[in-house]
């Protein structure tokens, strides 16, 4: 059923690799009157290789939408069309395996796709100095900080070689700094192979940095209030006047909505 | 004073840190004011040298009658007699075989169950319920039918052995397994980890600390097990050595089978521990 659906909304050319197309989701947690709709016809298209913000009050199912698009989750209406691939995840808590090493949580993301030892080894160290956690190989996710343990999982996520990328707050327990620093890395290494990138975040100034365009969600039920198209020239600052502009527009839309959700 | 505003907001970074403010959850190392305090050097000799220390003392003031408990100094010279006089070896050698052969399958057949039962449904409702209900029939009741199918040779000891072995390695690991974090299961998913994969980098080592907590008191039942089952019919073995001391009232050969008996549970015990030690580095819990 879902399928017939999706055929008729979507053209063919919108199903290119990295293409993610919602249409109409809704997620019912729960049944009878206990039940809970955290996304409520959720429409959203994400272009090949763009860069995604989703922003919304917590609770507002942000998650949810990512787990979704993940296929770690079932609908419970509408539909979510992307090519046929994994896709990489990044959770809101950094999920590591705690009984392997930095290094054996990064390679485990190659194993997979069968590459080969030596290989496995180089890349895994390759992109645990792109994440400056050079020298922590051999370390256990309990002897990092929550910082390091989210760069860790960053660095997992791109070992993946997905063309579509979800993060869930990835940069939240980063300090300003390393946030920046890993922000131009983020921003080199979605351009260098094409990324499609979903990236949660409560940081407004932080999704305009980073997004092609800016998903502002409603909270219960989770609705797209609004989408802003960010046409800022890259590389961008966080902290220049333009940025903290649409900023500031946006988080008086979303202060709107949350305290519209209060009373 | 509006000199001092102008400088405090200068001070102030450029970037919003909300989410700094909103402090995710970071845990602090180190001091712990709850739980039960740094760890002793050999903390596991301290009783049982305390209680050493009672019998010796008692013993040697005369407290502690010799035919009721043989004083500790007898007990180690009747030990070292036997094992020079060559009567002492053979029986702790046959008692540590069993000991081990019946660990083995035990643990074996505990593993195999638990993977059965704890990866499929129909592999849970086949083998859950026989295991449940063997738990509840203690080891002693099953001997005499035991006997009579296996009759008194060393195989039905080692199966005696191994049926109390399983129960606690199958219960705990199985239970490891069904507890591994549903997130290591969604992270799998997305790793696409195959299969083969997924039980070997996923549930076996998330189901490690279930498994080796099984093991303590697998080797504790094991044990029991054994002098069970070389008290009830044996030829040889420790069990056996001090059914026959207490015929012709050996006070002290008894002890000295009750002495192995605790120092090898000891031994065996530790070893576990110390396993358990190297291979959970990974889990903070209140025992570190
Ligand atoms: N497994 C679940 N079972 C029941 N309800 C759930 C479940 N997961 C999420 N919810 C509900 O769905 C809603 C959205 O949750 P979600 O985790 O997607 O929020 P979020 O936008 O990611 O919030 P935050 O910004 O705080 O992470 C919440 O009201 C939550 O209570
Ligand atoms: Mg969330």
Redesign the interface.
């Known amino acids: 059923m879902t399928e017939t659906r999706t055929a008729s909304r979507v053209d063919d050319t919108a199903r290119a690799a990295g293409a993610v197309v919602l249409t109409d989701v809704v997620k019912r947690y729960g049944r009878g009157p206990g039940a809970v709709t955290a996304l409520d016809g959720v429409s959203l298209s994400v272009e090949p290789g763009s860069f995604t913000c989703l922003l919304g009050a917590s609770g507002c199912g942000k998650s949810t939408l990512l787990?979704l698009v993940?296929?770690?989750d079932d609908l419970s209406g509408g539909s979510i069309d992307h090519v046929d691939q994994?896709?990489?995840?990044m959770?809101q808590?950094s999920?590591l395996?705690?009984?392997?090493t930095v290094q054996g949580n990064v390679e485990?993301?190659m194993?997979?796709r069968g590459v080969g030892r030596a290989e496995r080894r180089r890349r895994a160290l390759e992109l645990l100095e792109t994440v400056r956690l050079t020298g922590f190989a051999h370390k256990?996710?309990?002897e990092l900080?929550?910082?390091m343990r989210q760069r860790v999982a960053l660095a997992r996520a791109l070992a993946?070689d997905a063309s579509v990328l979800l993060m869930d707050e990835p940069?939240?327990?980063?300090?300003?700094m390393t946030?920046?620093l890993l922000h131009d890395e983020l921003e080199r290494i979605w351009r260098e192979q094409g990324l499609t990138v979903l990236f949660v975040t409560?940081?407004v100034?932080e999704a305009v940095r980073l997004g092609d365009q800016v998903v502002l969600l409603s909270s219960r039920p989770g609705r797209v209030l609004n989408v802003y198209d960010v046409e800022l020239d890259r590389p961008r600052r966080?902290?220049s006047a333009p940025v903290a502009a649409l900023a500031a527009e946006i988080t008086d839309a979303l202060r709107e909505e949350v305290s519209r959700h209060a009373n | 004073m509006t000199a001092v505003k102008t400088e405090a907001k200068a001070v102030v970074p450029p970037v919003d840190d909300e989410e700094l403010a909103a402090g995710r959850a970071s845990r602090p190392r180190g001091k712990r004011r709850l739980g039960p305090g740094k760890p002793i050097p050999l903390a596991f000799l301290i009783g049982p040298l305390l209680l050493l220390g009672v019998w010796a003392w008692g013993s040697a003031a005369g407290w502690i009658d010799d035919r009721v408990l043989t004083a500790p100094w007898t007990v180690v010279t009747t030990a070292w007699e036997r094992w020079e006089s060559g009567k002492l070896g053979p029986d702790l050698l046959v008692s540590t075989q069993r000991f081990a052969l019946g660990l083995l399958f035990g643990v074996l057949a505990g593993l195999v169950l638990a993977l059965v039962s704890g990866l499929s449904r129909w592999g849970e409702a086949i083998v859950d319920g026989p295991v449940q209900i063997k738990r509840s029939i203690p080891n002693l009741a099953l001997l005499p039918l035991l006997l009579l199918w296996f009759g008194i040779d060393e195989r039905m000891k080692i199966i005696t052995i191994a049926l109390g072995v399983l129960i606690p390695i199958y219960i705990h690991t199985h239970n490891g397994l069904r507890s591994i974090d549903g997130r290591y299961a969604e992270l799998a998913e997305t790793l696409r980890l195959k299969p083969a994969a997924f039980i070997g980098r996923v549930v076996l080592p998330g189901a490690l600390p279930g498994f080796l907590l099984g093991m303590r008191f697998a080797v504790t039942s094991a044990w029991l097990s054994l002098v069970v089952v070389e008290q009830v019919n044996a030829t040889s073995g420790i069990g056996y050595m001090m059914l026959l001391a207490g015929t012709y009232g050996q006070t002290d050969v008894i002890i000295v089978g009750l002495v192995l008996y605790a120092l090898l549970g000891l031994a065996s015990d530790a070893i576990v521990r110390l396993i358990q030690r190297r291979a959970l580095t990974w889990r903070r819990t209140l025992e570190d």
């Open positions: 787990s993940a296929g770690l994994p896709v990489a995840m959770f808590e999920a395996f705690p009984w392997l485990i993301a194993r997979v256990r996710p309990h900080s929550g910082g993946q940069f939240g327990a980063l300090d300003a946030r920046d409560h940081n100034r966080i902290d």
